[in-house]
């Protein structure tokens, strides 16, 4: 009996440890065409992740002036990526530029950090509806960097949204989360400067 006991708790052992290594590694995976903010020794530039693997991390080339950016190969930058568990920092450099496809190419973090983006203090209390490209949606929580909101329509994860807030303010974000029912989703956003919220 107690030889059963113990089998039967070593695999649950197991299968919530596979489970939670899992959600851990999905945490720390970026978002699909995930916004991407870097800086380098002259200047901050806004972006967005092409593709990554093991060995290299893709990114769209900076615009300015309706002309791609020619930051240097070589330069140390330090990067910013949505992931799915909040915002990946790490200190990269760049290896290559693809100028004909507006790419630039950087060396895979080895060991990024995960910026907890729900550490912010979240507030419910909050009644604020929200226009999520041109969708209406009523907000469940609110923090500076983010929100969760019900929304009258779909939106799809990696996405990136323009956000009209309250008193004509708006934001880009990038959907981080989505799920659908009969009626509509509800999505979680990624703002990408964060907003002041009412006292």
Not at 3 to 19: D, P, R, S
């Amino acid at each position: 009996m107690l030889t059963i006991v113990f089998l039967v708790g070593f695999l649950l052992a197991k299968v919530f440890g596979h489970k939670s290594a899992l959600n851990a590694r999905r945490r720390r995976t970026p978002v699909e065409n995930a916004r991407v903010r870097f800086k380098t020794s002259s200047a901050v530039y806004r972006s967005r992740l092409i593709s990554h693997d093991e060995e290299t991390w893709v990114f769209a080339a900076p615009m300015q002036r309706d002309s791609f950016v020619p930051v240097p190969v070589g330069e140390e930058c330090v990067c910013e990526v949505v992931a799915h568990g909040g915002v990946l920092v790490f200190t990269s450099k760049v290896i290559a530029r693809q100028s004909q496809e507006g790419r630039i190419v950087i060396e895979a973090p080895v060991k990024p950090k995960l910026k907890n983006r729900r550490d912010d203090d979240r507030r419910a209390d909050i009644p604020m509806r929200l226009l999520v490209g041109n969708i209406g949606g009523e907000v469940i929580n609110v923090s500076p960097s983010g929100a969760k909101v019900k929304l009258e329509g779909f939106q799809r994860e990696g996405q990136t949204v323009r956000v009209d807030l309250p008193g004509g303010e708006s934001r880009a974000a990038t959907v981080i989360e989505s799920t659908h029912d009969s009626v509509g989703s509800t999505v979680r956003l990624a703002f990408d400067r964060p907003i002041q919220l009412p006292d």
